[in-house]
């Protein structure tokens, strides 16, 4: 095992320096195709192109993969859906979400010169392990939100700045409250992106105070795909250990 490294820095040199992939762009990077329809786990007030599929999986740190599909139907209009399989890597026995896990966005206001893009949306996707004898996720679902999106120009390229406002139905109704967030997105290359997102966590009485900040870089392989690498919870606000969970993801635009 001692040898598999330089393996794979040697197969990581060769993909960055095949001429296929130096024009391919996905949702991250300078040269970016589509917009980033997430900071983290929360929403952006970004919605695929009309006519196009997105499919979205996510390999979490405690063996539970997501997969999550949508269709734009219409230039504003995103309809999307999907479920989450515990322990699928692992040695424990496999489950599903058993609550339904949808997501809608309709953008209200496209960006311009001084103002930012407006969504409206609706999401049920959680993050972390799904309980399934408490019907629950690790993270509260965004629930009904409203998330604006600004990108801007400086020396160091493309900054996007994103926010939102939240109220999840995930809690019981006592322990229900509005939460906001907020995130930034900054293009280091023409492919690479780097992301940052704070959850206030408002509507959560299980864990700490301080907030959920999460981290995640983005690299676009071919066109239309883009890799993810997230690291959650620098706070540790919902860890039950020291270590800093690390998930990896892969998003796919198909335009139809």
Do not use: C
Not at 102 to 110: A, M, Q, V
């Amino acid at each position: 095992m001692r040898h598999t490294k330089p393996l794979y820095f040697l197969l990581l040199f060769l993909l960055l320096s095949n001429p296929f992939f130096a024009f391919s762009q996905g949702t991250s990077g300078e040269n970016a195709l589509f917009e980033s329809r997430s900071i983290v786990d929360l929403p952006t007030a970004g919605i695929a192109p009309k006519k196009s599929l997105t499919i979205y999986s996510l390999v979490r740190e405690n063996g539970s993969v997501l997969f999550e599909g949508s269709y734009s139907p219409f230039d504003d209009i995103q309809l999307g859906g999907g479920y989450v399989l515990n322990n699928l890597i692992g040695t424990e026995d496999v489950t599903a979400s058993i609550i339904p896990l949808i997501h809608t966005k309709w953008r209200l206001l496209n960006e311009r010169k001084y103002t930012p893009a407006i969504t409206l949306g609706f999401s049920t996707f959680g993050r972390g392990k799904f309980e399934q004898t408490k019907k629950e996720f690790q993270t509260n679902s965004p629930g009904v939100y409203i998330a604006l999106s600004k990108e801007w120009k400086w020396s160091v390229g493309s900054l996007s700045t994103h926010g939102g406002i939240n109220f999840s139905f995930d809690p019981e109704q006592v322990n229900r409250n509005p939460n906001y967030y907020f995130g930034l997105e900054q293009a280091l290359s023409s492919r690479l992106s780097v992301l940052l997102e704070y959850n206030a966590m408002l509507d959560e009485t299980r864990y700490s105070s301080k907030g959920l900040l999460n981290t995640a870089f983005r690299f676009s392989i071919i066109k239309g795909v883009t890799l993810e690498f997230q690291l959650r919870d620098i706070f540790k606000s919902t860890s039950q250990n020291n270590t800093i969970p690390r998930n990896i993801g892969l998003d796919f635009v198909l335009p139809l």
